[in-house]
């Protein structure tokens, strides 16, 4: 599989509890200041214990200065793309740019019904998107939105304020009319989890995204990939996910960059999540870079 040759980056899956918010605070802040790239924050507004993400993200970024934040993923179909693009562009305003919008289409018709919104077709929903990242392409620009389509209708709005620099667009998807929509629009594919998209299972998601990008006239390396992994950094055995210690760590990460083309990880400890961010930016995250570093260089 192809090393698309981006640089290699790392996030933080923060918890969006209401009654772990505490902790969420102190993990945001000690990412930061590890250096890492990106706090992501899922999108499941229909748990009633979770916090809304976006509210979530805005509170977070007075307690931070330097790390950018990724919803991983925003639900398209509860967040119209012109509001998303406005509430993104004002976001990455006040913060210097440190705004990464990735969005879906939503989990599931049942949970975007059960929030108020519309009951679409996978095949309508697909449509929704695909449209929806056009329109916030062109709002994020600040030029001038028109649509009238089945799924949209915006009858003249004007974008702006345009951000310090452009905010990227990732698109969450493991299906294939999803995977092109990414290919065709997307600055960046995001993953689901390593346990609903195993690693055995990529290739095969990487090859739909780039066909759709050449047909397209896009190079695919101008695409980044984004892995969700879920795990424990430690004894190896039992739990959910990429299970084990540093080097297996290590081992797994430098062969998903530059087997499976994946540029950017973002780590959900599954346990105690204090320990687990010190081992993994201390040990893991030096050694990955290092590695895929002279991988590449020997290419």
Known sequence: MTD??????????????????????HLARAAADSGMEYLAVQDHVYQPGHLDAWTMISHLTAETDRISFLTDVADLQLRPPAMLAKAGASLSVLTGGRVVLGVGGGPSADAVAAMGGPRRSAAETITYTAEGLQIMRRALAGGAVRVDSDQHTIEGYAGGPVPPAPVPLWLGGQRPRMLRVAGRHADGWISPLNIYVPPAE??????????????????????????????????????????????????????????????????????????QLRAFTDRVIPAVREQVREIREQR
């Open 4 to 25: 698309y040759q981006h640089p290699i980056t790392f996030g933080l899956s923060l918890d969006p509890s209401a009654d772990k918010l505490a902790e969420t605070r």
């Open 202 to 275: 990529v290739p095969s998601r990487q090859q739909i995204i780039d066909d759709a990008a050449r047909a397209a006239g896009r190079d695919p390396a101008d695409i980044r990939r984004i892995y969700n992994v879920i795990g424990a950094i430690g004894p190896r055995g039992g739990g959910t996910g990429l299970v084990g210690d540093v080097q297996l760590w290590v081992d797994t990460l430098v062969s998903w960059a530059v087997d499976l083309g994946f540029d950017t990880f973002i780590f959900w400890p599954i346990m105690s999540p204090r320990a």
